[in-house]
């Protein structure tokens, strides 16, 4: 507040600082916190105790204790990082479980034939997904063989979910985060690791990209989709062997 916003003249600083301690003074006067439940849990008897999840998080919301990851659920900002950190898969989200974006992904590929192309768009759900509720509302279309799926971010989508979406019928992939600190923090340093996984597994890394799009920006994101959807209809289906051995290493049915 105050002269950190810009130039100001004494008065206006104190009317600023004057409405931020109000603000504060309101936050606390409630007698406690409320939080999204929408929250990373821990699986206690998977975990075992490794630390690789209290290294990730970038609020240090995850500690050591008696030998098993704990989650401070006030302190995390529920971006899912920790998710794909867990080598024991040990941590999911509540409210919004593996199983229930594996359903998204699932009724989002649904009904695909054979020769039909299907590209799915992992979208981070509160900036980057406003930006697609404005496209609409500008009537701006982009290509149907696009599925969006929304996420908490894009910093929780690892190798295991895309390669499911490979298995389950996807051609192509396109990840959409709207946090700028989850862009540096996690995105740019991991995504070469996660495209070479894919082309050791016969998976063309070109068939997945990967953008940070803001919100001032959001007309972006349907150009973005537009041309990768293009690519995906030029490159044709994922191959058939490509496919029948993504679904044999994540187990979904032939």
């Known amino acids: 507040c105050g002269c950190a916003l810009g130039p100001k003249d004494i008065r206006d ?24 439940p ?16 209290a290294a990730t998080c970038p609020v240090n919301a995850i500690s050591i204790e008696e030998g098993k990851a704990r989650i401070n659920p006030i302190t995390c900002m529920g971006c899912g990082a920790c ?59 982009y290509s149907e ?4 799926v929304p996420v908490p971010s894009t910093a929780m989508v690892g190798l295991k979910h895309l390669l499911k979406a490979f298995a389950l019928g996807a051609d192509g992939a ?3 985060e709207g946090q700028h600190w989850v862009d540096e923090k996690f995105n740019k340093g991991r995504l070469d690791s996660l495209m070479a996984a894919l082309e050791e597994r016969g998976v ?4 997945v990209y990967y953008s940070l799009v803001e919100l001032p920006a959001y007309r972006k ?8 959807a293009s690519l995906i209809k030029d490159l044709g289906p994922l191959p058939d062997e490509v496919r029948r051995a993504l679904k044999a290493e994540v187990e979904v049915e032939p």
């Open 221 to 228: 994101i349907a150009d973005i989709v537009n041309t990768h």
């Open 13 to 36: 600083t104190v009317s600023d600082a004057l409405a931020a301690a109000s603000r504060v003074d309101g936050f606390l006067r409630k007698g406690y916190v409320s939080a999204s």
């Open 145 to 148: 063989v696009v599925r969006a």
């Open 38 to 53: 929408e929250k990373p849990v821990v699986n206690a008897e998977l975990c075992d105790g490794c630390g690789d999840c």
């Open 174 to 176: 396109v990840l959409i």
């Open 83 to 141: 998710l794909p950190s867990c080598p024991r898969e040990a941590i999911d989200f509540r409210n919004y479980t593996w199983g229930q974006l594996e359903a998204f992904m699932k009724g989002a590929l649904a009904n695909k034939a054979a020769s039909e192309v299907r590209v799915i768009m992992f979208v981070e759900r509160n900036i980057a997904y406003t930006g697609l509720d404005f496209l609409g509302l500008d009537r701006i279309q």
């Open 204 to 207: 063309d890394s070109i068939r």
